[in-house]
């Protein structure tokens, strides 16, 4: 009888109920740990598509018989419809540059940025597209380019202007 009056008292409901919310409390510090971990390591990392240097161009033939002026234009409308405002555009000289974009959308807008550069070679037969990225550190940015944006790119361009 001694030891079933023992095991009632340390089995009281109020002392379960104690160690519950414990336990939840727990739990919920937790999860918020975790998730503000996440969110923090996410923000933080380089973007997978950026490479540090200053090689990150490429370059579409032009489709024979293609008119530079249409061309580009075509350069022009492309660029703008994948999200690149143009800053400063040449056509007697063949020169496109896109003001920074924040174009990954995986990443914080103030923490990278791409933009974009298109020369046509002064025969007009390629087109030269580099696409320079730069990551933001402490102190400063690191330059690079930006993989994603040059497969994008040149793919959209020779399906328009390309062979």
């Known amino acids: 009888m001694l030891y ?10 109020g002392a379960t109920v104690k160690t519950m919310v414990n336990k939840r409390v727990w ?3 937790l999860v918020i740990v975790l998730v503000l971990g996440m969110t923090v ?21 032009l489709r024979n018989g293609i ?47 791409v933009r974009i550069i298109c020369n046509f070679n002064p025969a007009r037969t390629q087109l030269i597209v580099k696409a320079e990225a730069e990551y933001r550190v402490k102190g400063g940015w690191v ?12 793919t959209d361009l020779n399906n328009v202007v390309g062979n």
């Open 4 to 13: 079933k009056k023992r095991y009632m008292k340390a089995s009281i409901k």
């Open 27 to 29: 739990l919920g510090v």
């Open 41 to 61: 390591l996410g923000c933080s990392s380089t973007p997978k598509s950026f490479i540090k240097g200053s090689v990150g161009d490429t370059t579409v033939l």
């Open 67 to 113: 008119d530079f002026d249409l061309a580009f234009r075509e350069v022009a409308f492309l660029l703008n419809r994948h999200g690149f405002e143009t800053e400063t555009i040449q056509p007697e000289v063949g020169y496109i540059r896109t003001r920074w974009s924040s174009w990954d959308s995986t990443t914080t807008i103030d923490a990278y940025r």
């Open 143 to 154: 330059s690079g380019y930006d993989t994603r944006a040059i497969e994008t790119l040149r």
